[in-house]
């Protein structure tokens, strides 16, 4: 099985925003090949069409002259803060479903083959209430084959899903992942992949094993197309670099996460180094050196596994 070190763009922020920076620091300094680029940079909602089209030109120019490869589009942050798919009204959820749209013809007009997103969170009131919730998940899935069907006839080659840490955000357990996995890929036009973020899991759903990153790994290692990468601790999601500070105060160790991989049956896995700091210093001073010193450091590892 390859195993495939690249960066998630969650590092670009506010600091680096032009294309033409991002991608010589990426090219240049972190020496990667595989990207995967975050939503935030350009909304599909919030940043206009015209602006939207003439962005993914420079950025797939751009890609090409370094020979990057972006492997897919993610959701950011932003789309984290709303409900998306799972919205209890239904002219939100509608244009949820647009910024599902917008999203997958930028990923083509990057020339990425992959797009894929978290699906959405419930409200506290739709929690609680199961007619509601059932509502919500079938429509969620129909929305779905809407989705993949616009995938692929833009010509995506696969759809991606994440999930999170609340039990609003639909999946957050280890079962309920396995669940969604098998009815999205039921409804859908093209292969459904999961991404797993080990930073993520559902600390009060009751089963140890939906706190432990490396459960989640063993458990759906054969569904597992993406992984994000961070250095963390128990008490939420940090989104640290793999530094040596980090390392010493962190729960995630690579080289278990590799003898886990190794099992996997796809014939390649994609990690991403998905690191997070705040935009203002000294973050904007320190942050290529950490993730260049990560990248080194992962590198090694991942070799001695290949």
Known sequence: ???????????????????????????????????????????????????????????????????????????????????????????????????????????????????????????????????????????????WKHISTVAKEKGLEFLLFEPMSSEREIPSTIEQTKWWYQKLNEVSELPVHLLVDVGHGNVNSGNKKDADPYAWLEELKDKILVVHLQQTDRSSSKHWPFIPAYNERGIIDPQRIMSILSKNKKKEVFLFLEVMYPPFEPADKLIVEHIKTSITYLKEIIDNYQ
Not at 126 to 137: E, H
């Open 1 to 143: 099985m390859a195993v495939n070190l690249g960066i998630n763009l969650s590092f670009v922020g506010t600091r680096f925003t032009e294309p033409e920076e991002w991608t010589r620091i990426v090219a240049e300094e972190f020496r990667v090949k595989y990207v995967q680029f975050f939503s935030d940079l350009m909304d599909p909602i919030i940043c206009p069409p015209d602006v939207r089209e003439k962005t993914c030109k420079r950025i797939r120019q751009l890609c090409n002259n370094y020979g990057l490869i972006i492997h897919s589009n993610f959701s950011g942050t932003i789309p984290h803060c709303l409900n998306l798919l799972l919205h209890p009204d239904k002219k939100m959820r509608e244009v949820a479903v647009k910024w599902f749209e917008n999203g997958i013809e930028d990923t083509v007009r990057m020339g990425s083959k992959g797009y894929g997103s978290f699906l959405g969170a419930l409200t506290r009131k739709s929690l609680f209430d199961q007619d509601k919730m059932r509502s919500l998940i079938d429509e969620t899935l129909k929305n």
